[in-house]
């Protein structure tokens, strides 16, 4: 007996019904396959980096106006005293200002710019906000070497956009400083702050304070 024909159909019905079923049968072992192999799934989708915020440089200029003695213990503005008819204010001297700002989810962050503001050293962080028109800025209380004594700053700026002049602040400058004297004392005066990447101010990096021998 030929078992070559014995194990092959000879209705042709029976061989196209034989070779359907083995089709059937490969596709669902490639299915099955291709579900249980590691490597050929689909990877999930990258999410794509956070973009990093650009730090904003503010430069301008503080103009002190008078020294009170103590510590003002809250940032509202301090009423400066009016010029009298024929009395000339004493001249407590100006610096320029300089700060790196960043917007966060909290306000804005940053450091004192040590390129343009001479009157500092080292790492000054900044923070506050910027609501609307008005700004608040503050900087930590830093430990710094003056005079060899190690003395403590702390500065507030208050102040609103200057109408007209978009990225321009202007408003009230106060400085606490401790441990310069027998008690601490707070310097009060105005500045000036302009965005500099759209107003295009260059700083001047000059410094004229009181205790800095001027040359007439």
Do not use: C
């Not at 028109?133 to 208050?158: C, I, Y």
């Amino acid at each position: 007996m030929n078992r070559k024909n014995a194990s092959w159909p000879r209705n042709p019905l029976t061989r196209l019904l034989g070779l359907i079923l083995l089709a059937v049968l490969a596709l669902a072992a490639g299915a099955l396959w291709s579900m249980a192999a590691p490597g050929v799934q689909s990877a999930p989708p990258v999410d794509e980096p956070a973009a990093i915020p650009t730090p904003v440089k503010y430069v301008g200029k503080v103009k002190l106006a008078q020294v009170l003695p103590g510590v003002v213990a809250n940032s509202t503005p301090i009423a400066l005293p009016t010029p009298q008819p024929g009395v000339t204010p004493p001249d407590l001297g100006e610096f320029d200002l300089g700060l790196q700002l960043t917007d966060t989810s909290t306000g804005v962050n940053g450091n004192v710019d040590l390129a343009v503001t001479l009157v500092f050293t080292g790492t000054i962080p900044v923070h506050g906000q910027f609501q609307g028109a008005n700004m608040a800025v503050n900087s930590d209380e830093v430990s710094q070497v003056s005079g060899g004594r190690t003395v403590k700053r702390q500065f507030f700026l208050n102040g609103t956009e200057v109408s007209g002049e978009p990225g321009v602040y202007s408003g009230q400058y106060r400085e606490t400083i401790s441990h310069y004297g027998p008690q601490p004392m707070t310097a009060v005066g105005t500045f000036v702050l302009a965005r500099e990447v759209s107003t295009g101010i260059v700083p001047s990096n000059s410094l004229y304070l009181p205790l800095v021998l001027r040359r007439r």
